[in-house]
């Protein structure tokens, strides 16, 4: 069983800054693909990054390309989520998530573990 928190949300302006942290405990984090999703009030739960258990390989959703990177310190347990040039629409719910998939996925149902969430919010 996989413990997941998220920490380092808030409220910002529009083009600021936010970078998200996920630690894990329980288990044997560098065996898990990480993903971080968002949901927005009213909408479903929608893929935003993924990284391998290596850290080599990553996935963006379309719409964050170029402004988020997503990251990954094995030793420390822990994936982040770096967020610049922040937009009223990346407004949502962050949630981190791991996989037993072997590679980088997008798909929500590969994911078994989840945290809690952690609130961002951009303000225009």
């Known amino acids: 069983q996989v413990q997941l928190v998220e920490s380092g949300g808030g409220l910002v302006q529009a083009g600021a800054s936010l970078r998200l942290s996920c630690g894990a405990s329980g288990g044997t984090f560098s065996r898990y693909t990480m993903g971080w999703f968002r949901q927005a009030p009213g909408k479903e739960r929608a893929f935003v990054a993924s990284i391998s258990w290596s850290g080599i390989t990553t996935q963006y959703v379309e719409s964050v390309k170029g402004r988020f990177t997503i990251s990954r310190d094995n030793a420390k347990n822990t994936v982040y989520l770096q967020m610049n040039s922040l937009k009223p629409e990346d407004t949502a719910v962050y949630y981190c998530?791991?996989?037993?998939?072997?590679?980088?996925?997008?798909?929500?149902?590969?994911?078994?573990?989840w945290g809690q969430g952690t609130q961002v919010t951009v303000s225009s």
């Open positions: 998530a791991a996989s037993g998939v072997n590679t980088v996925t997008a798909n929500r149902y590969s994911y078994k573990y």
